[in-house]
């Protein structure tokens, strides 16, 4: 398990770090989400010791995290590292040996982790002469190579086509599931984190602000928003009824926020007098949506 604990990071007067911590387990995928500036990468670069912190600490299996450990970690910055004028196979293969891959397998690895990220086309090919999302490709291979025992992604899927997408997504979903790799990545891409993560950690302004499954998520919102379709409705059938508020009106029907104590049957009944419905139910808010909810823009 990787673990953040308490981290603070100040670049000059801006607190870019507040008292963040958060874990990230064996075999589970963690989404890191919030809006740019929001302490990311600060965050990511203090678990990998690029950057240290003001106060707090990280820790790796119960230990700090030293150079040895860090050699056994898949890392890929947000500021990509490779060498240009290198060729893809002869890049990898080095990288290998520098986490410490055995000569005899460096190039195997080299070559295995080119074909599952569907650049092994291009291994004799210099890094600059790829296009820009193969250039990607290389990037997360070099994270992979040395089969790491955790990987810290930062904005792993900018960039890839959706067979890309697809393909990393997989690997990421195989070294947590097979390999129980603790995985964590930033994205903007929220459909897509909601879709492959285990858990979420959210970040605003340097703090993290909500932290768990999406299901928990949602469960912990305050608002009630339920969706109603009648066919053949009378308008303003709903205009009457106390603690129920109109917010949204969609090509599905009708959203409404609920108050507390009303009672959504009640909604229902109503709904019914005015007449057929077709669709009826809670609304589940999509980790766009909570997102936006919870760091308050539109
Ligand atoms: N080396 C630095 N010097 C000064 N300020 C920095 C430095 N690195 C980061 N910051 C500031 O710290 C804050 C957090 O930046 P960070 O890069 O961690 O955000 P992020 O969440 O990764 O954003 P993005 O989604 O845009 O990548 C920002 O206000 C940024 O300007
Ligand atoms: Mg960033």
């Given amino acids: ?29 963690v989404g890191f989400v919030g809006p740019n500036g929001a302490g990311k990468t600060t965050a990511m670069r203090i678990a990998l010791g690029v950057l240290t912190p003001d106060a707090g600490h990280v820790r790796w299996r119960g230990v700090p995290v030293d150079a040895q450990i860090r050699r056994s970690f898949g890392y890929m910055p947000e500021e990509r590292g490779l060498y240009p004028k290198m060729r893809v196979l002869e ?14 397998d460096a190039r195997r690895r080299a070559q295995e982790t080119i074909e599952v990220l569907g650049v092994a086309a291009r291994a004799k090919d210099r890094v600059e002469a790829l296009s820009l999302g193969n250039q990607q490709r290389v990037q997360l291979a070099s994270a992979l190579v040395h089969e790491p025992d955790l990987l810290v992604l930062d904005e792993p899927f900018s960039g890839l086509d959706p067979v890309g997408v697809d ?11 097979n390999h129980g790799v603790p995985v964590v990545f930033s994205s903007h891409q929220l459909d897509l984190v909601e879709r492959i993560c285990d858990s979420v950690v959210l970040i605003d302004d340097g703090r993290i602000v909500a932290d768990g499954t ?83 823009h539109e």
């Fill in 91 to 104: 890049q990898l293969t080095y990288l290998a040996r520098l986490h410490g891959v055995a000569p005899t």
């Fill in 1 to 29: 398990m990787l673990e953040l604990t308490g981290l603070r990071r100040t670049f000059g007067d801006l607190v870019a770090l507040d008292d963040v911590s958060f874990a990230v387990t064996e075999g589970h995928i």
């Fill in 214 to 296: 999406i299901g928990e998520l949602r469960a912990r919102r305050e608002r009630r928003l339920f969706l109603v379709d009648v066919l053949g409705e009378a308008d303003g059938w709903h205009a009457t009824i106390p603690g129920v508020e109109l917010v949204d009106t969609t090509d599905d029907g009708l959203v409404f926020e609920l108050g507390e104590d009303v009672d959504e049957q009640r909604l229902l009944d109503l709904a019914r007098t005015s007449g057929d419905v077709v669709r009826f139910g809670p609304v589940h808010p999509s980790l766009a949506e909570l997102f936006r909810e919870v760091v308050g």
């Fill in 167 to 177: 393909v990393l997504s997989g690997v990421l979903r195989r070294q947590a599931t």
